[in-house]
């Protein structure tokens, strides 16, 4: 006991380091676990309004790029309203099961691995986990925590998320992944090779998610690599959404989604 | 001693605010993100008590990550510096320069030894930070621990000149 005591004092500076290292390590592993989540909310709810100030200031300054984009948006939906005929379109009619929430980016990071996006909508506003986040350029991410005015979205430049996409010439499926470093650009892994893509496709989200309407732009083909060691092509992708200059996004949600959800568990996974 | 642990646990929050509301929005390139925040372990002095010095690193390190939504990444580069700061300062900074409560500045450590003792922190910081963050150790990453390091290098240097107005 005497010897046990002893070590101790002699490395209390190790011990206290293993102990709180083990711990900040421990976080970093469960970043999906119960606890982290419970931080994220904690962080939601009480360092929103710190971001909220200095967006004020921030959104001051881009006010011009702003109305740039509400004026572009504004001349797409008016077009839309002359060509009615364009309301027959199938994908139309099947978007308009969502909701639409417009709200505003109070603070956003693109230069981490794993970035998140604060929105100045919460529960109190109808926001629940699990929503989609888009704009009319582009997927952006999925809500992932919501205190009452906040919420928290995690990006599409995030190692967590996927989005499905289908080439818009010719409905080929994929999934569409952030590399980590240039926020203008994503790509897609294994690409079939007998599909016939070249550069400058445009890409969109298509019809199998639950959360995103069919048909989101996201982006052009940039690059097209063959795969030396199975064939595929690894495709990177230009977005059309500068997540850098991001401002006002819609939070949208179908009533639908959970309806379709529940069918699919119904089936085991095995079958 | 109780005098630096005041006026220590005083600097946190603002050097919290100034990181989280200045420097992570203020985008340079997506390769550089200088971590200003770090200043405050390179400069706490060398006979600070080592719980203190753990400690005050996890609460740092934490508030960080509360604001940017990245549990523990950086409470864990923030506690490995304070952690290895005795062994670096041992191999950097000349005996007898500085006196146990002196902090370590640039002023009371001479240019060369402030230099190389900041910047091992710094690049042991930044490099535990973006691993942990990326999972994997490639040429890009590489990249981007230099130009980090060396913009917030820069950046430590900039207030060292402040302190030296005084």
């Keep these: 006991m005497h010897n046990l005591l002893r070590f101790i004092k002699i490395n209390q500076f190790l011990l206290l380091f293993l102990i709180i290292e083990g711990f900040s390590v421990f976080l970093l592993l469960k970043n999906n676990s119960y606890q982290a989540n419970t931080v994220i909310k904690f962080s939601a709810q009480y360092v929103g309004f710190i971001h909220n100030y200095t967006a004020i200031f921030s959104n001051y300054i881009t006010l011009k790029e702003t109305n740039n984009y509400l004026i572009e948006e504004n001349a797409k939906l008016h077009n839309l309203l002359k060509n009615e005929t364009s309301f027959i379109d199938s994908t139309l009619i099947r978007n308009k099961r969502y909701h639409y929430y417009p709200a505003k980016i109070i603070n956003n990071s693109i230069n981490k691995r794993n970035n998140f996006i604060t929105l100045n909508k919460g529960s109190k506003h109808g926001i629940k986990e699990g929503m989609g986040v888009i704009t009319g350029q582009g997927v952006i991410g999925i809500i992932r925590s919501v205190s009452q005015q906040y919420a928290i979205a995690m990006s599409l430049l995030h190692q967590k998320f996927y989005v499905g996409i289908r080439l818009k010439k010719n409905n080929h499926k994929g999934i569409l992944k952030w590399e980590g470093f240039d926020y203008k650009s994503a790509s897609i892994n294994d690409f079939p090779n007998h599909i016939p893509i070249i550069i400058g496709d445009t890409i969109t989200t298509n019809s199998h998610s639950a959360i995103f309407p069919e048909g989101v732009p996201i982006g052009t083909i940039k690059n097209i690599q063959k795969n030396a060691d199975d064939g595929f092509f690894n495709v990177s992708v230009n977005l059309f959404e500068d997540f850098n200059q991001l401002n006002y996004v819609y939070i949208i949600h179908s009533d639908e989604a959970s309806e379709q959800q529940k069918l699919e568990q119904k089936i085991p996974a095995d079958e | ?166």
């Design chain 2, 1 to 166: 001693m109780n005098k630096y642990f005041i006026k220590y646990l005083g600097l946190l929050p603002l050097y919290v605010l100034l990181q989280v509301v200045v420097l992570n929005e203020v985008l340079f390139s997506t390769y550089i993100n200088p971590f200003l925040y770090v200043i405050l372990i390179i400069s706490l002095p060398l006979k600070t008590p080592k719980w203190f010095l753990l400690i005050y690193a996890f609460l740092l390190g934490f508030s960080i990550d509360l604001f940017s939504v990245s549990l523990g990444f950086h409470s864990t580069a923030t506690i490995l510096i304070a952690f290895i700061k005795p062994f670096i300062s041992k191999i950097t900074i000349p005996h007898n320069i500085l006196g146990d409560t002196d902090e370590i500045t640039l002023k009371k450590a001479g240019n060369k030894a402030f230099i190389t003792f900041s910047l091992f922190l710094i690049f042991i910081h930044n490099s535990c930070l973006f691993i942990t963050e990326h999972l994997s150790v490639n040429l890009a990453l590489f990249g981007k621990i230099m130009a980090s390091s060396l913009v917030t290098l820069i950046i430590v240097l900039i207030t060292q000149l402040f302190q030296q107005d005084k």
